[in-house]
Antibody
Framework: QVQLVQSGSELMKPGASVKVSCEAS????????MNWVRQAPGQGLEWMGW????????RYARGFTGRFVFSLDTAVSTAYLQISSLKAEDTAVYYC??????????????WGQGTLVTVSS | QSALTQPPSASGSPGQSVTISCTGT?????????VSWYQQHPGKAPKLMIY???KRPSGVPDRFSGSKSGNTASLTVSGLQAEDESDYYC??????????FGGGTKLTVL
C-alpha cells in the first residue's frame, strides 16, 4: 500500500536550518509529483510547491522562494524539504503529499503524517 | 494567488445536508476542473474527499458530493453523521504550475 513516512518533530533555534524527509513506498516514486504543504498552528493549509520526482525540477509557490529547497534521493524514494535561516514564523506542521498531475496540478491522494517544526530560542 | 474563500464555519444536525462553498476567480476555480476537497480531523493529515470537482476516491462515502458553478465550487455532505465533524479545505489549480487552497471551513454536527 502507498505510504509516505515523514521524519520526526524538530525543535530548532532561530537562524538554524532543518531538513525534513518524506520516504515513499508502495508505488513507483518517479511516477508522481511530490508536494509540500505548510500548516501553521491553528491555521489553514498553504501549498509550498512541488518537485518533479522524474527530473528533480522544483517549483516553489510565491512566498517560499529563497530559504526553502526541495530535493530528492531517488535511490531511497525519499523527498526532502530544507528550510534555512529559520524564523519563529516558520513554526508549523509540514506535510508531504503525493500529487497527481494532469494538464495541471490536480489532487493530492496520499499524505505524510506531518512533521512539526518548532522554532524557538 | 490569493487563498480561495470559504466560510469559516458550517453546521447541521445528524441526517441533514450541509453545503460548503469555495469561491475563487476565473484564474483558478472558474478556469479549471481541478478542484479538490480535503477533510482534516484535529491532529491528523488531510484526506482527499473529492477531486476534479465531483469525483470521489475509492472508500469515500457517496454522502459526499462536489459541484461547480462559475467561480464557485461546493462540497455537499448529505445525511450528516457525527464523524463528519471536521475541517474541510478546497483547493484549485491556478495555472502556471500553481495551486491554491481555501482558508478552511469547520463543520460542526449539532
Amino acid at each position: 500500500q502507498v505510504q509516505l513516512v515523514q521524519s520526526g518533530s524538530e525543535l530548532m533555534k532561530p537562524g538554524a536550518s532543518v531538513k525534513v524527509s518524506c520516504e515513499a513506498s508502495g508505488y513507483t516514486f518517479s511516477g508522481y509529483a511530490m508536494n509540500w504543504v505548510r500548516q501553521a498552528p491553528g491555521q489553514g493549509l498553504e501549498w509550498m510547491g512541488w518537485i518533479n520526482t522524474d527530473t528533480g525540477n522544483p517549483r516553489y509557490a510565491r512566498g517560499f522562494t529563497g530559504r526553502f529547497v526541495f530535493s530528492l534521493d531517488t535511490a531511497v524514494s525519499t523527498a526532502y524539504l530544507q528550510i534555512s535561516s529559520l524564523k519563529a514564523e516558520d513554526t508549523a506542521v509540514y506535510y508531504c503529499a503525493r500529487g497527481y498531475y494532469g494538464s495541471g496540478i490536480d489532487y493530492f491522494d496520499y499524505w505524510g503524517q506531518g512533521t512539526l517544526v518548532t522554532v524557538s530560542s | 494567488q490569493s487563498a480561495l474563500t470559504q466560510p469559516p464555519s458550517a453546521s447541521g444536525s445528524p441526517g441533514q445536508s450541509v453545503t460548503i462553498s469555495c469561491t475563487g476567480t476565473s484564474s483558478d476555480v472558474g478556469g479549471y476542473n481541478y478542484v479538490s476537497w480535503y477533510q482534516q480531523h484535529p491532529g491528523k493529515a488531510p484526506k482527499l474527499m473529492i477531486y476534479e470537482v465531483r469525483k470521489r476516491p475509492s472508500g469515500v462515502p457517496d454522502r459526499f458530493s462536489g459541484s461547480k458553478s462559475g467561480n464557485t465550487a461546493s462540497l455537499t455532505v448529505s445525511g450528516l453523521q457525527a464523524e463528519d465533524e471536521s475541517d474541510y479545505y478546497c483547493s484549485s489549480y491556478a495555472g502556471n504550475d500553481n495551486l491554491v487552497f481555501g482558508g478552511g471551513t469547520k463543520l460542526t454536527v449539532l
